[in-house]
């Protein structure tokens, strides 16, 4: 990682994702959208898009730009498309999101809000894929992590082209009309290349380098990081390219659906018990706070795939599917990407800072930017918050799913204030803080 040039804009990239994720919660706290309710009730589908769009995707699309060139040892393709990107996806959602309220009767807006905003949507996912995916090709062969991230760029074209049939559908436009049945049977396939395919298959690649990096371990075992993807891709496939031709042929998803659901526990199992040996076989004995928390995400994923088991084993899968999806979403990515912020966060500031004097004069540690004992209750009632969060919806009960939900924003708060304080160096010493030679970093944009 030493010696790769830094993306300006990673940093902005995490700030405004963070933003989307507080002001999520906020609506949540006061009671706007409840996912037990309608999960595909417009007040819910503005909670929805601000998580999984706003947050998980704006600070993946981040941490790839940083990360794709150091799982494939080449430059990123083009860095000044990434601000560009950030504009379209940031402005596409705020758009979205107006024509949900105008759908909602919130205000009277265009119809045409909908399908304009997924429109601009299309566009930054396309500048981001375009981007990664360049970097990708020029790498061929592509190491095993860097497979799990084309396999995520592949589903996020998935996503966004059944997100802009979806928005023509629901702007009652003269093309949308034709597909009258759209909303109901390609919600599914929508949500398994979005959550499944482009959050969770590339957070599941980037992890594996990651983890191993910052734990000193060797790669992990090649036959099951080879079949975590096998299977993974296999699931996928099954689910979307089948989901489409059981919708073209009108014959139910239920088959479609079984098959992929059981090629997906066998890559997380695969991918489980892989990161497991990381763990087993890391030189750096002492875990990190990053690290842990890692753990604790990964052990709220095999909770949700044994929740989706069970709800489908008992039948009660689609009157608590909004439990498993916020499972999903908080548990285990909401957690994984604030674990590993907290590492990547402080490791970015201090290339930035004390890389260009490093060896001339003393520099701090990466672990020097950071107080741990203090951020480990964020984390702490983040995950608690999470889980009770769950088990509120499992049993149905609005206000303490509201509480709960307060809890994890207050925990996302408090971890914010320590992402605020890496980037100021506010927790180093002050001999040490900025030797001769050595720049303040900005709090949004990194100088490279």
Same mark, same amino acid.
């Given at each position: 990682?030493?010696?790769? #040039?830094?993306?300006?804009?990673?940093?902005?990239?995490?700030?405004?994702?963070?933003?989307?994720?507080?002001?999520?919660?906020?609506?949540?706290?006061?009671?706007?959208?409840? %996912?037990?309710?309608?999960?595909?009730?417009?007040?819910?589908?503005?909670?929805?898009?601000?998580? #999984?769009?706003?947050?998980?995707?704006?600070?993946?699309?981040?941490? &790839? /730009?940083? /990360?794709? +060139?150091?799982?494939? !040892?080449?430059?990123?393709?083009?860095?000044?498309?990434?601000? +560009?990107?950030?504009?379209?996806?940031?402005?596409?959602?705020?758009?979205?999101?107006?024509? /949900?309220?105008? =759908?909602?009767?919130?205000?009277?807006?265009? %119809?045409?809000?909908?399908?304009?905003?997924?429109? *601009?949507?299309?566009?930054?996912?396309?500048?981001?894929?375009?981007?990664?995916?360049?970097?990708?090709? @020029?790498?061929?062969?592509?190491?095993? +992590?860097?497979? /799990?991230?084309?396999?995520? *760029?592949?589903?996020?074209?998935?996503?966004?082209?059944?997100?802009?049939?979806?928005?023509?559908?629901?702007?009652?436009?003269?093309?949308?009309?034709?597909?009258?049945?759209?909303?109901?049977?390609?919600?599914?396939?929508?949500?398994?290349?979005?959550?499944?395919?482009?959050?969770?298959?590339?957070?599941?690649?980037? #992890?594996?380098?990651?983890? !191993?990096?910052?734990?000193?371990?060797?790669?992990?075992?090649?036959?099951?990081?080879?079949?975590?993807?096998?299977?993974?891709?296999?699931?996928?496939?099954?689910?979307?390219?089948?989901?489409?031709?059981?919708?073209?042929?009108?014959?139910?998803?239920?088959?479609?659906?079984?098959?992929?659901?059981?090629?997906?526990?066998?890559?997380?199992?695969?991918?489980?018990?892989?990161?497991?040996? *990381?763990?087993?076989?890391?030189?750096?004995?002492?875990?990190?706070?990053?690290?842990?928390? @890692?753990?604790?995400?990964?052990? @709220?994923?095999?909770?949700?795939?044994?929740?989706?088991?069970? *709800?489908?084993?008992?039948?009660?899968?689609?009157?608590?599917?909004?439990?498993?999806?916020?499972?999903?979403?908080? $548990?285990?990515?909401?957690?994984?990407?604030?674990?590993?912020?907290?590492?990547?966060?402080?490791?970015?500031?201090?290339?930035?800072?004390?890389?260009?004097?490093?060896?001339?004069?003393?520099?701090?540690?990466?672990?020097?930017?950071?107080?741990?004992?203090?951020? =480990?209750?964020?984390?702490?009632?983040?995950?608690?918050?999470?889980?009770? !969060?769950?088990?509120? &919806? &499992?049993?149905?009960?609005?206000? $303490?799913?509201?509480?709960?939900?307060?809890?994890?924003?207050?925990?996302?708060?408090?971890?914010?204030?320590?992402?605020?304080?890496?980037?100021?160096?506010?927790?180093?010493?002050?001999?040490?803080?900025?030797?001769?030679?050595?720049?303040?970093?900005?709090?949004?944009?990194?100088?490279?």
């Amino acid at each position: 990682m030493i010696g790769t #040039s830094l993306c300006k804009w990673v940093i902005s990239y995490f700030a405004v994702a963070i933003a989307w994720l507080l002001l999520a919660e906020a609506l949540i706290v006061i009671g706007f959208g409840f %996912p037990n309710h309608d999960i595909g009730g417009p007040d819910t589908l503005v909670v929805v898009h601000m998580v #999984s769009i706003g947050w998980l995707s704006t600070v993946l699309c981040g941490a &790839l /730009f940083q /990360f794709v +060139p150091v799982l494939v !040892a080449r430059p990123l393709y083009a860095e000044r498309w990434t601000l +560009p990107a950030l504009a379209l996806l940031t402005l596409g959602l705020t758009v979205l999101l107006a024509g /949900f309220l105008a =759908l909602g009767g919130r205000f009277n807006g265009p %119809p045409w809000l909908l399908p304009v905003g997924a429109g *601009l949507l299309i566009a930054g996912f396309a500048l981001v894929v375009a981007n990664l995916g360049m970097t990708l090709w @020029s790498a061929r062969p592509l190491p095993g +992590p860097a497979r /799990f991230v084309a396999g995520g *760029l592949a589903c996020i074209c998935v996503t966004a082209t059944f997100g802009g049939l979806f928005s023509l559908v629901l702007s009652g436009t003269a093309i949308g009309a034709q597909w009258p049945d759209l909303l109901v049977s390609g919600v599914p396939i929508h949500a398994i290349a979005g959550l499944g395919g482009w959050l969770t298959f590339t957070a599941m690649g980037v #992890s594996y380098r990651l983890l !191993a990096m910052f734990m000193l371990a060797p790669d992990g075992d090649a036959r099951l990081g080879r079949l975590a993807w096998l299977a993974g891709i296999a699931a996928l496939a099954v689910g979307l390219v089948g989901g489409v031709l059981a919708l073209w042929r009108m014959t139910g998803l239920n088959l479609a659906l079984l098959l992929a659901g059981a090629a997906a526990l066998l890559s997380l199992a695969a991918y489980g018990r892989d990161v497991l040996s *990381l763990y087993r076989t890391r030189k750096r004995r002492a875990l990190e706070l990053n690290t842990g928390m @890692s753990l604790v995400a990964l052990a @709220s994923l095999a909770a949700a795939a044994m929740l989706g088991a069970t *709800l489908l084993a008992t039948g009660a899968f689609s009157s608590h599917v909004g439990a498993l999806v916020f499972l999903v979403a908080f $548990g285990w990515l909401t957690g994984l990407v604030l674990a590993n912020l907290y590492k990547i966060v402080p490791f970015l500031t201090w290339l930035e800072t004390y890389g260009p004097v490093m060896g001339r004069v003393p520099t701090p540690r990466v672990q020097d930017l950071v107080a741990e004992r203090r951020a =480990l209750k964020w984390f702490v009632l983040f995950f608690a918050g999470s889980w009770a !969060a769950t088990l509120m &919806l &499992l049993f149905d009960t609005a206000l $303490g799913f509201r509480i709960a939900v307060a809890v994890v924003m207050l925990a996302t708060l408090g971890l914010s204030e320590e992402f605020i304080r890496a980037r100021r160096l506010a927790d180093v010493a002050e001999p040490l803080r900025l030797p001769t030679g050595a720049a303040m970093p900005h709090l949004l944009v990194s100088r490279n």
